[in-house]
């Protein structure tokens, strides 16, 4: 049996290790504190929170339709439904748009493919060698482990780092931007509007989502998550640990005002910064496997900037090792 490291449990790493399991021993290492990277899930207690990553799924291809379907039926997703407000009036809405989102979070795909797989959080992957036929991972709590085949998901700007010096293939060497999110959860007094979400035409706030109307949970109170745009969130991000208050703080108040419910005492506000949120043009190829190193590597950059792309691009990769 090969022994295989996944490193990320967002919808590429989660998918890649689901398939490969079938037939090999896998390990999944993620930095973060739980799975679902991009498409996470942040707790305010044991049943409330926000989607503070992707916020729904809208399948396109045939064959990652099936795939939701067949999570539909099993209620590990759901449909959003409600009111879906389209303020923007560059960006043509598509009334055909179903919004699908998870029963419990937007990380549940993730925690469903990888419920059978050993999972390592808060073990974030420093350095890579490929030392007789096995790798050895260095990880930032001083663990060192061994594999015979590794697998990567990060975003870009991150693989490219681990892979310095390692790989010669064209597609490394390309000069890829990744834009930025900045995302404010807060926490308002209940208003009589009875909307689910905003799609706004504006520089600086993009999206706000009532985490409410997702009926998850009961709760006197309105939960919204608000997304910046990337344009705005694309200048602002390197400073965004320092100004956390003053950018929670435009968001909130662009808020109040582009959607016209009443200034109210916000009584929880958190701030998420995304350093790399999406990019902003897809590649050539879909996945990576390099045979003579055992090494692959997929994630949504590869084929385009959602949920889906990371799934086709996980699912090409399995292609490739399996040829
Ligand atoms: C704000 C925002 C809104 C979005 N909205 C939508 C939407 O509405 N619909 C949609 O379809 N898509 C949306 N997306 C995009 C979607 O979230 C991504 O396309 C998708 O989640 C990417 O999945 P992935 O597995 O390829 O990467 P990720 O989810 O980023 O997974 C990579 C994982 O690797 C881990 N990792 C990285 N480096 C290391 C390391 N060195 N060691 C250990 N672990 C590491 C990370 O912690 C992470 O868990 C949105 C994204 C953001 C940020």
Redesign the pocket.
């Known amino acids: 049996m090969n022994s295989y490291c996944v ?8 998918t890649i290790a689901n398939l490969l399991s079938k037939k090999n021993s896998v390990h999944i ?4 504190r739980g799975p ?4 996470s899930f942040k707790r305010l207690n044991k049943l409330k929170g926000f989607d ?7 399948p396109k291809s045939i064959r990652f339709k099936k795939f939701i379907e067949n999570l539909l039926k099993k209620k590990i997703l759901k449909k959003w439904s409600g009111k879906h407000i389209f303020l923007n009036k560059i960006k043509k809405e598509n009334k055909n748009h179903v919004k699908i989102i998870g029963c419990k979070g937007n990380n549940d795909i993730s925690k469903y493919l990888i419920k059978n797989i050993k999972c390592n959080f808060q ?4 350095k890579i060698k490929f030392i007789n036929n096995k790798w050895k991972l260095d990880f930032k709590n001083n663990q060192i482990k061994y594999y015979d085949k590794l697998i990567l ?3 870009f700007p ?1 693989l490219k780092k ?1 892979l310095k010096n390692l790989i010669e293939d064209p597609f490394i060497k390309q000069e890829i931007k990744m834009d930025a ?1 900045i ?1 404010v959860m807060i926490e308002i007094k209940k208003t009589n509007k009875n909307i689910s979400s905003y799609f706004f035409d504006d520089k600086i706030l993009g999206w706000a989502a009532k985490e409410n109307s997702k009926k998850r949970f009961k709760n006197n109170n309105d939960l919204w998550t608000l ?1 910046s745009t990337n344009f705005w969130a694309n200048k602002k991000i390197n400073k965004n640990r320092e100004n956390k208050e003053k950018n929670s703080k435009i968001l909130i108040d662009r808020f109040f005002k582009l959607t016209g419910i009443k200034k109210a005492k916000i009584i929880t506000s958190l701030n998420h910064g ?1 350093k ?3 990019n902003s043009r897809p590649f050539k190829i879909k996945s990576y496997w390099n045979t003579k190193l055992n090494l692959g590597v997929c ?3 590869f084929v385009g ?6 799934w086709i ?1 996980a699912n090409d990769l399995y292609k490739k090792i399996n040829k």
Do not use: F
């Open positions: 490193i990320g449990s967002g919808i590429s790493g989660a290492y993620d930095k973060a679902g990277g991009r498409c503070h990553g992707a916020q729904y799924i809208s073990s974030e992957l420093e998901t990060c975003p991150q681990l999110n995302t997304q995304w790399y949120s999406s994630a949504d950059w900037p959602r949920v889906e792309a990371g691009s």
